[in-house]
């Protein structure tokens, strides 16, 4: 028998599963963390894609910048009953970025500097990579700090008037050396203190892979493999790598998929903003 369920938080989605209640909660937009619990014993992919589901039934998954319109949810259960339905996914419009004043060199990298690019890339995939059973990104998150947003997730960025690659963080106006803190609890996977473009970067796994990546740090105050808990300091704002200015550029991933922070935090309460 089929019942329904429907997305506990903003977005609001109708989905048949073939066994008991299952309650969706996240945003089903582009940028946008999903995740739910099944029965014991369950399966489930995602436009074909297997997600990882833990022992307790919690699976999660996450959609692109540019995520189509419509992704196929399909669950099924330990008897083998199935049932699939088409996700309708939010599509948004990004705004244009004009950021004037970057270092050419940072804007087109040397041929010297090539192989350093490449093998920090490595190094901050590897770290997005790794895969472990915790679930803190399902508890309430809290701004890693407070300030003026300066730049948006998704918008499109023009380098000194070359067009580059969309942005895919949250940039936070902050003095250097204003501290960052830890926004829900996890395990720090990468503490680098310089890379080509994103400066000092950190990036803590939250769990089924889920990630929070900080960068432009002038210093990192963790380790790699260290346990943080919400609100431990983590790091200090700064200007490092493609950066023009003092702020935190706070980004989360889903494996491979990069969303958006606003989605799944909310919006930062005026009333502590500081003054």
């Given at each position: 028998m089929k019942k329904w369920f429907v997305a506990s938080l903003s977005v609001l989605a109708l989905v048949p599963v073939c066994y008991g209640d299952l309650d969706l909660q996240g945003?089903?937009?582009?940028?946008?963390?999903?995740?739910a619990t099944v029965a014991p014993g369950s399966s489930a992919t995602l436009d074909g894609k297997a997600l990882v589901i833990a022992d307790n039934g919690l699976m999660v998954a996450g959609f692109d910048r540019d995520a189509k319109p419509a992704a196929t949810l399909k669950v099924c259960s330990a008897a083998g009953a199935c049932d699939e339905q088409?996700?309708?996914i939010t599509q948004r419009s990004y705004d244009v970025q004009r950021v004037n004043g970057v270092p050419q060199k940072t804007v087109t990298p040397p041929a010297s500097v090539l192989e350093r690019i490449r093998r920090e890339g490595a190094l901050v995939s590897k770290a997005r990579s790794?895969?472990?059973?915790?679930?803190?990104f399902v508890k309430e998150f809290k701004w890693?700090?407070?300030?003026p947003i300066t730049g948006v997730f998704g918008s499109q960025r023009v380098y000194n008037g070359s067009p580059g690659r969309p942005h895919y963080g949250l940039d936070i106006a902050a003095p250097t050396g204003t501290l960052v803190s830890a926004p829900i609890d996890g395990v720090v996977t990468l503490a680098y203190p310089d890379m080509f473009y994103s400066g000092g970067?950190?990036?803590i796994d939250h769990g089924l892979g889920v990630s929070s990546t900080f960068i432009h740090l002038s210093k990192i105050l963790v380790e790699e493999g260290?346990?943080?808990?919400?609100g431990d300091p983590i790091a200090e704002v700064g200007a490092t790598g493609r950066a023009?200015?003092?702020h935190l550029d706070w980004r989360i991933n889903w494996a491979d998929q990069r969303l958006d922070p606003?989605?799944?935090i909310g919006p930062m309460p005026a009333q502590l903003m500081p003054e």
């Open positions: 945003s089903l937009k582009q940028g946008g963390l999903i995740w088409v996700l309708t790794q895969f472990s059973t915790r679930q803190d890693p700090l407070l300030g970067t950190l990036i260290q346990l943080v808990k919400q023009t200015g003092p606003a989605l799944i």
